[in-house]
């Protein structure tokens, strides 16, 4: 049996009480099942958002040392990694006044260049960018299984190496485009002439795609995170978009990342998004 629990962002209380729910507790260092057969899978996106990254952190790593859960990064676990970096004397990720407001809770824990921030970045980085396990399979944002064949290929069960993750910050890397995928999803273009306006006022061009929906038709169908799918093109996608949704036949896939609002949908008969 896997409890499989998504995008947690250092609310350590709600994450204590949905371990309780799922008859967790306590006991010798880690939070354990009765059933030692009972194993949490977390998807990524442990810090930022939330005032209590540091325990999030502690019991996370815990469960995993002590054997009763797996994890794989989530986008915010990059970008952490990439803000706490610096390679050629500037940091992977700027310290714009953007960036700063989005870590803003995880640097008041774990303030920039101290011993602690660095132990638990360095943890971070030990994380997979994705999970098989029998009959299923566990990502942040997305499993595009072209990417994941070649992330296989390069790297060692989904773990980059310290080279890997400098190079994941660099644009014209072709490690960038896998990993951006994995953790923060497929966009596409949008046609000529067509944007969107997001709930932050700004001008879009390219929206976030469900990858997951073989059943999708239209741009308004595909379109994930648009607050006013109006704006978009009610015509036919293309024939590569059509074709190239997560197949229906694949291992069933549950993932986290992507908001969703209002009654609990499915998504996909194999694809779960849990955020």
């Known amino acids: ?10 609310q350590a209380e709600k994450l204590r009480a949905a371990l309780r729910n ?15 057969k009972r194993h949490a899978v977390f998807l990524g996106d442990f810090i930022d958002r939330g005032s209590d990254n540091r325990e999030v952190i502690r019991i996370v790593r815990g469960m995993i040392d002590a054997g009763t859960a797996s994890a794989v990064m989530g986008n915010h676990e990059l970008n952490a990694i990439h803000f706490h970096t610096r390679d050629e004397n500037r940091p992977l990720r700027a310290h714009s006044e953007k960036n700063i407001a989005q870590h803003a809770s995880f640097l008041k824990e774990f303030p920039l260049g101290s011993s602690d921030t660095h132990e638990a970045i360095a943890w971070m980085q030990t994380l997979p960018l994705y999970l098989e396990f029998d009959g299923f399979r566990a990502v942040h944002a997305c499993w595009n299984e072209a990417d994941v ?9 989904g773990v980059m190496s310290e080279d890997q993750l400098i190079k994941a910050a660099d644009k014209r890397h072709a ?3 896998l990993v951006e995928t994995a953790l923060k999803g497929p966009e596409l273009q ?11 006022g700004h001008e879009r061009r390219e929206v ?8 999708a038709i239209s741009w308004r169908d595909i379109a994930i995170s648009v607050p006013n799918p109006e704006q978009l093109p009610d015509h036919e996608l293309p024939d590569d978009v059509l074709t190239s949704a997560y197949p229906s036949d ?7 990342h992507y908001w969703m609002t209002d009654s609990p949908l499915v998504q996909a008969e194999n694809a779960l998004c849990l955020d």
Request: glycine content about 10%; hydrophobic content about 40%.
């Open 1 to 10: 049996m896997y409890d499989i629990i998504p995008d947690i962002h250092g």
């Open 190 to 200: 949008l046609p000529d002439g067509f944007f969107f306006v997001d709930k932050g």
């Open 149 to 157: 064949k070649e992330l296989k290929a390069l790297t060692r069960n």
């Open 208 to 215: 976030r795609r469900k990858w997951w929906d073989g059943r």
């Open 22 to 36: 799922l008859e967790y507790s306590e006991m010798r260092g880690a939070w354990r099942h009765a059933d030692p």
């Open 175 to 177: 490690l960038f485009e």
């Open 250 to 256: 694949a291992e069933p896939v549950f993932f986290g």
